[in-house]
């Protein structure tokens, strides 16, 4: 069977993949670009992924991303190190970070999102990180750590730095945490070396001078203070999105979509149903 088009998927997380996949195995050509720091996937940064169909036992999110990589490319999808930049849906062209002009058929957004950033009074002289799979093994088992935020994201990191370090502080400006999953805060409430500190705001951050490296934190308009060794913060994404113009077909899928809920399963899902909506609305 002749190739029936050619398709330009944007972001390589679970939507952009199953979407590529899908194509792929109904006879389109897929190209995968994605631009590791504007659109690597979100889900690689998940210490255990628990209700993802089918492991019973979890997975980390980059092993499951893996293998969905894996599975798209033994499919015939290609990916690329570079993101697109712009499209102009008229012209079915867009630009990628090398300044290649790429033609295409049909155009899939699967950007993802990306973490929003903590501020305040002395932050910009701080490390924030914002990953704790990739940063956490910066510390060790005599450091004490803050997390900022208390949704699904804050508590999965502040765990699994609590395996890493002597304590983690979780610090939520409110007097609730939103968490959606009773087994985790189960597992939080159980776990001797996390402790929460509700109604606590970060207002200021300074540097710890009898401490390498370390931060004195100034909560709630200097009240009270905490030293810690490092910085997580946790405290939700923003969309990545690609300048679109023209008024041509483009599609969107995953957690770039407005509204999104931030669920791998949700993401894959929805890259397969876009993924049917262009092969329907082509010719065999
Ligand atoms: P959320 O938006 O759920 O939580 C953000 C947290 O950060 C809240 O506690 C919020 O406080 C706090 N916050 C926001 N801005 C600031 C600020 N400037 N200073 C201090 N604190 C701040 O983000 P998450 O990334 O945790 O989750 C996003 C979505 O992804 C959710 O739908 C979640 O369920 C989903 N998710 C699911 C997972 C899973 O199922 N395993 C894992 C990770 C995420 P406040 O409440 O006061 O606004």
Redesign the pocket.
């Known amino acids: 069977m002749a190739e029936k088009g050619k398709i330009v998927v944007a972001g390589a997380g679970i939507a952009g993949l199953t979407c590529a996949l899908y194509l792929s195995r109904a006879g389109f050509g897929v190209d995968v670009y994605s631009n590791e720091c504007e659109t690597m996937s979100c889900l690689e940064e ?1 210490p255990l ?3 993802f169909p089918g492991f019973p036992d979890g997975i980390s999110g980059s092993e499951l991303l893996y293998r969905v990589v894996d599975q798209a490319v033994r499919n015939g999808v290609s990916i690329y190190p570079q993101g697109i930049v712009s499209v102009d849906s008229e012209k079915k062209v867009c630009i990628d970070t090398d300044g290649r002009k790429i033609s295409y058929d049909e155009f899939v957004m699967a950007t993802g999102v990306s973490h ?1 950033k ?1 501020t305040c009074p002395g932050s910009e002289l701080a490390v924030i990180h914002q990953c704790a799979v990739c940063d956490g093994g910066l510390y060790g088992e005599n450091d004490t750590l803050a997390v ?7 508590i ?1 990191d502040a765990l699994y730095l609590s395996s890493l370090v002597r304590k983690v502080y979780v ?4 007097d ?3 968490v ?2 009773k087994f ?1 805060y189960d597992r939080l409430v159980a776990t001797e070396n996390v402790d929460v500190m509700k109604s606590t ?2 207002t200021r951050i300074r540097r710890n001078d009898d401490v390498d490296g370390a931060y004195v934190l100034e909560l709630n308009n200097g009240k009270s203070e905490l030293d810690v060794n490092g910085i997580f913060s ?4 923003d969309v990545n999105s690609i300048p679109i113009s023209g008024n041509g077909r483009t599609w969107r899928c995953g957690d770039c979509r407005s509204g999104a ?3 791998a399963v949700v993401a894959a899902g929805n890259g397969a149903e876009v993924a049917l909506s262009i092969i329907n609305s082509f010719d065999f």
Do not use: H, P
């Open positions: 998940a992924v628990e209700n929003k903590f900022i935020g208390g949704g699904d994201s804050a999965g610090l939520i400006r409110r609730v945490l939103r959606t999953n985790v705001s970060i946790c405290i939700g994404f809920t931030r669920q």
